[in-house]
């Protein structure tokens, strides 16, 4: 074989390797903000309505749908002492499950009946087959992230609570949330890299009314990314709050409420959806749909969607 031979063959090898190559998997994720399913949207479903029909486009062609889910839904326990508690019927789930995959459980609510209330919500969701994370049994389920596969991706979710009262956490014998504590934190994104492609924990803390992230929220944020995060996402304040990029990866201190009422203000009414695509090598786009709520905290789309990605460096 003379070297024009030679040369050819090679590259008719590469070419051939190039076209047979896999493209990298995009997944697709939507997580929405605080889902309250008792009070205005407990009535929208007891007459048969459905508050995520107005948005459904905007949760549309998701690999996966997370949200926080700011109730405990249970019919058992005893509403706590504190100036707002929020109990949905366990019927609600059969309509949950069709518009959202999972669920985080720590907040500053789903503790609001009491333990065996909470336990009767983790039979619940299992027994509806949607899966949760951020609270569990005892405090190692807790802290265990979800690992979803979705397109040969795995992806680990983490839930962790900043927002009192503490006592809604869980123990080493009895159910509760997921607490943040920044050593454990860590251990947990360390922990959950070693079994995911991606690690993203989703936060409900802050400042409620703030529309932007506190220093503790930005401390810890670029803790978790230090630490493996390829994203973090917020929730609580019941305000959008503002987004920025520690390492080249998105922080997302608060997507606001999604289905939730009981508010006057157009802020506390205004949240976003948020959709994420990633690859192995991160987070490739972040775009953002805003919504509002109506009186009794049905979202309806806004027509304002914004890409969050940062301009290219020249």
């Not at 608060?254 to 695509?277: A, Q």
Request: a neutral charge; hydrophobic letters at 40%.
């Amino acid at each position: 074989m003379n070297r024009r031979d030679f040369n050819a063959a090679l590259l008719a090898g590469a070419w051939a390797g190039a076209v047979r190559a896999e493209p990298q998997p995009t997944v697709s994720l939507v997580f929405v903000g605080d889902v309250m399913l008792a009070d205005g949207p407990g009535r929208v479903l007891r007459r048969g309505g459905n508050p995520f029909a107005p948005t459904a486009r905007l949760l549309a062609g998701a690999d996966l749908r997370i949200a926080n889910l700011e109730c405990v839904v249970a019919r058992g326990g005893k509403a706590d002492d504190k100036p707002w508690t929020f109990r949905a019927d366990p019927r609600v789930l059969a309509l949950l499950r069709r518009q959202v995959d999972v669920v985080s459980l720590a907040n500053n609510h789903s503790g609001d009946f009491g333990r065996e209330a909470f336990a009767e919500m983790l039979g619940a969701l299992r027994a509806n087959g949607l899966p949760y994370f951020g609270g569990g049994h005892d405090l190692a389920e807790a802290h265990r992230p979800l690992v979803v596969e979705r397109r040969g991706l795995r992806i680990a979710l983490l839930g962790y609570d900043e927002y009192f009262p503490r006592y809604f956490e869980a123990g080493h014998d009895h159910p509760g949330v997921a607490w943040s504590e920044d050593e454990q934190v860590v251990l947990d994104i360390r922990r959950a890299r070693a079994m995911a492609d991606l690690v993203i924990p989703f936060m409900h803390w802050g400042e409620e009314g703030r529309p932007t992230a506190n220093d503790r929220q930005r401390a810890l944020a670029r803790l978790m990314i230090d630490a493996g995060a390829d994203a973090v996402v917020g929730t609580h304040p019941h305000i959008v709050q503002d987004v920025e990029f520690h390492r080249g990866r998105p922080i997302v201190y608060s997507l606001g409420n999604f289905v939730f009422d009981g508010f006057d203000k157009l802020e506390n009414n205004t949240g976003w959806v948020l959709r994420m695509e990633i690859g192995r090598d991160g987070v490739r786009s972040l775009r953002r749909a805003v919504v509002r709520m109506d009186r009794e905290g049905t979202p309806h789309p806004a027509g304002d969607e914004a890409d969050l990605m940062p301009p290219p460096s020249r």
